[in-house]
């Protein structure tokens, strides 16, 4: 049966290497017999030579040569090119097992012992061709795989269940950043050595649970090394024994950071536009249907803007797809900017959805106002913008004037799925044009008075402060023990030249919303301390007076110094003011923030928490920003009498604060009822109709003089009279 070999093309050659004449020619001819085509060396030098020459696939070596000994031999074919996988007969003398264990050192495949058994041979080295070939299999098979997985930039690994041990494969390590080899029970750790970013923690857990579970797992991950991140997909599974135990799990690890990057490349070109890299229509549209299920759920508001550039056909036409084509990038960069700056819009919670700048198609834009405290927010991104649109643009050497036209929806009031939305701020577009260019409009009518009045207020607020339109007028705070006045809150007035009274809460927010708040701050600050110096100067009791500051970024608005200058510059001491912030103000920019209270506190001005109870209430903001009183809002006190709820959230407020060492004052006592209550309660301070509602400085001096002679009167007559 062995002979089907010699159905082989060409026979096999066998080398037979000895220094005796007659063996060599004996075994020759029995070799021959056997099929062997035959090449003869008389010594180690001479088997060398011809082996490198004619690469045989056997090789019988006697051990007992002068010169180069078979040993020595057998060790130099082995490390010629090739000799790794050549077969190997060494030739001993009988019973010489030392020379026997010396063949295997030497790198032997198999011995036989003189006297030799003809027959025996022949098949010997049949079986020893046939083993010889399948090595060389293995061997090719083995580089094969190495180079495909090299080619493939994958690599691999394994841990074998017998002994704990793991193997990284050279590519593996090399894919992995580590020194490839093998490394005990660690292993898992070291293969995740070089993961990046929050998931290790997370990868590690899969990784060495699929290993210790026995179960098959894939992770994807970044990991970095020698300065270069790479995204990696690694994959597990077990190889199992014929019987079904596990033997070895078995891992391979994959380069995709070329694959991560075509697709990021694909999901580009998919989801935005080439030309402005603004996101085109698929992604509007995505993005869109999430905004209206965060809206939904949140119960918010948000806004469409769809704007387009007026007259840009005549300009496209007359001066060519290229001019159009700049005047699209130069509009795409001036909405990015616009929408950027995001402080018109509310400060959601952290899962809000970002604002979108999208391209619609041709010059049609449309931006997601993701979430607005007001319609009103949208405006002031539109005016923005139509503001920012250089009307003269020089594009291609000619000056063109350019205007746009922008049309609003809001949601839920103007639609409730995406498709009306659009649909409604396109209609508000055109009617915007129809208006003339250059302006925005609201689907609804009614939006469009509110954005009017709106911006005609906050154009006259500038004036007003030059004017002299806005004045302060002073509530009395009081001790509920002994009721004294200890000092007033300043709440500002604007007397405007037509509308007569705005009240505060009609204007403020605008202030807040377009920066005028900063002026308005300084402002009260000044007027508050002026008027604290008057009362003094006229012999008037030392007086606190509490000014209500707020803004966006009232870290950013120079706080502490106005208040140092001010109080400076009319000889007051920080106890001569207050200032009250609400919750709101403390929520935006902390560090800033916090630094700002400090200030503040440095100069020896108590710090007030306004409206508590109305926002988030948190503990937190109390410690954290070591406020000296808490203001109770006036809805609590409102009706707190017939209220039982609201009844316990005083007590629980005036309890928590007083732990804390903070003065609680009560706002909006109307009652003497409710100031009872209060009293009761331990509230320190109060303020309110039932005392006085805000007055104008000169009433409120009458107002001191007053009390001044009803506590003479008091002390005289010997009655008390409960306050006032
Ligand atoms: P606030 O700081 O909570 O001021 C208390 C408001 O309650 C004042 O309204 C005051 O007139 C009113 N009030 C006081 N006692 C009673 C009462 O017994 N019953 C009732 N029904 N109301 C009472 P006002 O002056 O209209 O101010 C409204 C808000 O406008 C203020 O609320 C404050 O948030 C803001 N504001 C007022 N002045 C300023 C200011 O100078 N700067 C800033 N940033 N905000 C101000
Ligand atoms: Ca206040
Ligand atoms: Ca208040």
Same mark, same amino acid.
Not at 97 to 110: C, H, P, T, V, Y
Not at 499 to 526: R, S, Y
């Given at each position: 049966?062995?002979?089907?070999?010699?159905?082989?093309?060409?026979?096999?050659?066998?080398?037979?290497?000895?220094?005796?004449?007659?063996?060599?020619?004996?075994?020759?001819?029995?070799?021959?017999?056997?099929?062997?085509?035959?090449?003869?060396?008389?010594?180690?030098?001479?088997?060398?030579?011809?082996?490198?020459?004619?690469?045989?696939?056997?090789?019988?070596?006697?051990?007992?040569?002068?010169?180069?000994?078979?040993?020595?031999?057998?060790?130099?074919?082995?490390?010629?090119?090739?000799?790794?996988?050549?077969?190997?007969?060494?030739?001993?003398?009988?019973?010489?097992?030392?020379?026997?264990?010396?063949?295997?050192?030497?790198?032997?495949?198999?011995?036989?012992?003189?006297?030799?058994?003809?027959?025996?041979?022949?098949?010997?080295?049949?079986?020893?061709?046939?083993?010889?070939?399948?090595?060389?299999?293995?061997?090719?098979?083995?580089?094969?795989?190495?180079?495909?997985?090299?080619?493939?930039?994958?690599?691999?690994?394994?841990?074998?269940?017998?002994?704990?041990?793991?193997?990284?494969?050279?590519?593996?390590?090399?894919?992995?950043?580590?020194?490839?080899?093998?490394?005990?029970?660690?292993?898992?750790?070291?293969?995740?050595?070089?993961?990046?970013?929050?998931?290790?923690?997370?990868?590690?857990?899969?990784?060495?649970?699929?290993?210790?579970?026995?179960?098959?797992?894939?992770?994807?991950?970044?990991?970095?090394?020698?300065?270069?991140?790479?995204?990696?997909?690694?994959?597990?599974?077990?190889?199992?024994?014929?019987?079904?135990?596990?033997?070895?799990?078995?891992?391979?690890?994959?380069?995709?950071?070329?694959?991560?990057?075509?697709?990021?490349?694909?999901?580009?070109?998919?989801?935005?536009?080439?030309?402005?890299?603004?996101?085109?229509?698929?992604?509007?549209?995505?993005?869109?249907?999430?905004?209206?299920?965060?809206?939904?759920?949140?119960?918010?508001?948000?806004?469409?803007?769809?704007?387009?550039?007026?007259?840009?056909?005549?300009?496209?036409?007359?001066?060519?797809?290229?001019?159009?084509?700049?005047?699209?990038?130069?509009?795409?960069?001036?909405?990015?900017?616009?929408?950027?700056?995001?402080?018109?819009?509310?400060?959601?919670?952290?899962?809000?959805?970002?604002?979108?700048?999208?391209?619609?198609?041709?010059?049609?834009?449309?931006?997601?106002?993701?979430?607005?405290?007001?319609?009103?927010?949208?405006?002031?991104?539109?005016?923005? %913008? *139509?503001?920012?649109? #250089? @009307?003269?643009?020089?594009? &291609? $050497?000619?000056?063109?004037?350019?205007? =746009?036209? +922008?049309?609003?929806?809001?949601?839920?009031?103007?639609?409730?799925?995406?498709?009306?939305?659009?649909?409604?701020?396109?209609?508000?577009?055109?009617?915007?044009?129809?208006?003339?260019?250059?302006?925005?409009?609201?689907?609804?009518?009614?939006?469009?008075?509110?954005?009017?009045?709106?911006?005609?207020?906050?154009?006259?607020?500038?004036?007003?402060?030059?004017?002299?339109?806005? %004045? *302060?007028?002073?509530? #009395? @705070?009081?001790?509920?023990? &002994? $009721?004294?006045?200890?000092?007033?809150? =300043?709440? +500002?007035?604007?007397?405007?030249?037509?509308?007569?009274?705005?009240?505060?809460?009609?204007?403020?927010?605008?202030?807040?919303?377009?920066?005028?708040?900063?002026?308005?701050?300084?402002?009260?600050?000044?007027?508050?301390?002026?008027?604290?110096?008057?009362?003094?100067?006229?012999?008037?009791?030392?007086?606190?007076?509490?000014?209500?500051?707020?803004?966006?970024?009232?870290?950013?608005?120079?706080?502490?110094?106005?208040?140092?200058?001010?109080?400076?510059?009319?000889?007051?001491?920080?106890?001569?003011?207050?200032?009250?912030?609400?919750?709101?103000?403390?929520?935006?920019?902390?560090?800033?923030?916090?630094?700002?209270?400090?200030?503040?506190?440095?100069?020896?001005?108590?710090?007030?928490?306004?409206?508590?109870?109305?926002?988030?209430?948190?503990?937190?903001?109390?410690?954290?920003?070591?406020?000296?009183?808490?203001?109770?809002?006036?809805?609590?006190?409102?009706?707190?009498?017939?209220?039982?709820?609201?009844?316990?959230?005083?007590?629980?407020?005036?309890?928590?604060?007083?732990?804390?060492?903070?003065?609680?004052?009560?706002?909006?006592?109307?009652?003497?009822?409710?100031?009872?209550?209060?009293?009761?309660?331990?509230?320190?301070?109060?303020?309110?109709?039932?005392?006085?509602?805000?007055?104008?400085?000169?009433?409120?001096?009458?107002?001191?003089?007053?009390?001044?002679?009803?506590?003479?009167?008091?002390?005289?007559?010997?009655?008390?009279?409960?306050?006032?």
């Amino acid at each position: 049966m062995f002979f089907s070999d010699l159905k082989m093309k060409t026979k096999p050659l066998a080398l037979i290497v000895d220094d005796d004449n007659s063996s060599r020619m004996t075994m020759a001819a029995a070799l021959r017999k056997a099929g062997f085509a035959i090449e003869q060396a008389a010594s180690g030098e001479m088997a060398i030579a011809l082996f490198n020459e004619k690469r045989p696939n056997l090789i019988f070596l006697d051990v007992m040569m002068p010169g180069m000994d078979g040993f020595q031999t057998c060790r130099e074919i082995r490390s010629c090119l090739g000799g790794e996988y050549v077969q190997i007969l060494m030739v001993t003398g009988l019973n010489d097992i030392e020379s026997i264990e010396k063949a295997f050192l030497a790198g032997g495949n198999d011995f036989i012992a003189k006297p030799i058994n003809w027959a025996m041979l022949c098949h010997r080295a049949h079986y020893m061709l046939r083993t010889g070939k399948a090595l060389k299999e293995i061997h090719l098979s083995r580089s094969f795989l190495a180079k495909t997985q090299d080619i493939a930039k994958i690599g691999n690994w394994k841990v074998d269940y017998q002994d704990n041990l793991c193997t990284i494969s050279a590519e593996a390590a090399q894919l992995l950043g580590l020194s490839p080899g093998q490394r005990e029970d660690l292993a898992i750790a070291t293969l995740l050595d070089t993961v990046v970013g929050r998931e290790k923690k997370f990868e590690y857990a899969i990784v060495e649970e699929a290993i210790r579970e026995r179960k098959t797992f894939t992770v994807n991950f970044q990991i970095v090394f020698a300065g270069r991140a790479r995204h990696i997909h690694m994959h597990g599974e077990v190889l199992r024994t014929e019987t079904g135990d596990p033997e070895l799990f078995l891992g391979v690890v994959h380069d995709s950071t070329q694959m991560k990057q075509a697709e990021k490349e694909i999901r580009y070109l998919a989801f935005y536009d080439s030309l402005t890299g603004l996101a085109n229509r698929t992604l509007l549209l995505n993005r869109l249907d999430q905004v209206l299920e965060h809206s939904k759920r949140n119960k918010r508001s948000f806004a469409l803007l769809f704007m387009d550039i007026d007259h840009f056909k005549q300009i496209n036409d007359s001066m060519g797809h290229h001019a159009g084509d700049i005047l699209l990038k130069n509009t795409a960069d001036v909405l990015k900017q616009c929408v950027r700056r995001s402080d018109v819009v509310a400060a959601g919670a952290g899962d809000t959805p970002d604002n979108l700048v999208a391209r619609h198609g041709g010059d049609e834009f449309v931006i997601i106002l993701s979430e607005i405290v007001s319609s009103e927010n949208a405006a002031v991104v539109a005016r923005r %913008i *139509l503001q920012a649109i #250089p @009307q003269k643009q020089v594009i &291609d $050497g000619q000056e063109i004037s350019v205007t =746009a036209s +922008i049309g609003i929806s809001v949601f839920p009031e103007d639609g409730r799925d995406a498709d009306t939305l659009l649909r409604h701020a396109d209609t508000a577009m055109y009617h915007a044009k129809k208006r003339g260019n250059n302006q925005y409009q609201f689907f609804k009518e009614a939006l469009n008075t509110a954005a009017v009045l709106r911006f005609a207020l906050e154009r006259d607020m500038k004036t007003a402060l030059a004017n002299g339109d806005f %004045i *302060l007028h002073f509530q #009395p @705070q009081l001790r509920f023990s &002994d $009721g004294g006045i200890l000092g007033a809150e =300043a709440l +500002i007035r604007w007397n405007h030249p037509q509308k007569g009274f705005v009240p505060p809460d009609q204007f403020i927010a605008i202030a807040e919303d377009c920066g005028l708040i900063v002026d308005i701050n300084k402002w009260v600050i000044e007027t508050a301390c002026l008027q604290n110096r008057k009362w003094r100067d006229m012999g008037l009791p030392a007086m606190r007076i509490a000014v209500n500051l707020s803004g966006y970024r009232f870290g950013e608005q120079n706080i502490v110094k106005i208040l140092q200058d001010t109080l400076t510059r009319y000889a007051l001491d920080g106890d001569s003011i207050e200032v009250e912030v609400t919750e709101n103000v403390l929520m935006h920019d902390t560090e800033a923030i916090i630094e700002t209270l400090h200030g503040i506190k440095d100069l020896g001005i108590k710090v007030a928490l306004d409206d508590f109870g109305t926002g988030y209430s948190s503990l937190s903001y109390l410690t954290s920003f070591h406020v000296d009183t808490i203001k109770i809002d006036r809805s609590f006190v409102m009706d707190c009498c017939d209220n039982k709820k609201n009844r316990i959230i005083i007590k629980a407020i005036i309890a928590m604060g007083h732990s804390l060492d903070m003065e609680i004052v009560a706002e909006g006592i109307e009652s003497v009822e409710q100031f009872r209550l209060l009293k009761k309660y331990g509230c320190d301070e109060y303020q309110g109709y039932y005392f006085s509602p805000p007055v104008s400085a000169i009433k409120f001096e009458s107002l001191l003089q007053e009390k001044a002679l009803t506590s003479v009167k008091e002390q005289k007559s010997g009655t008390r009279i409960p306050a006032p």
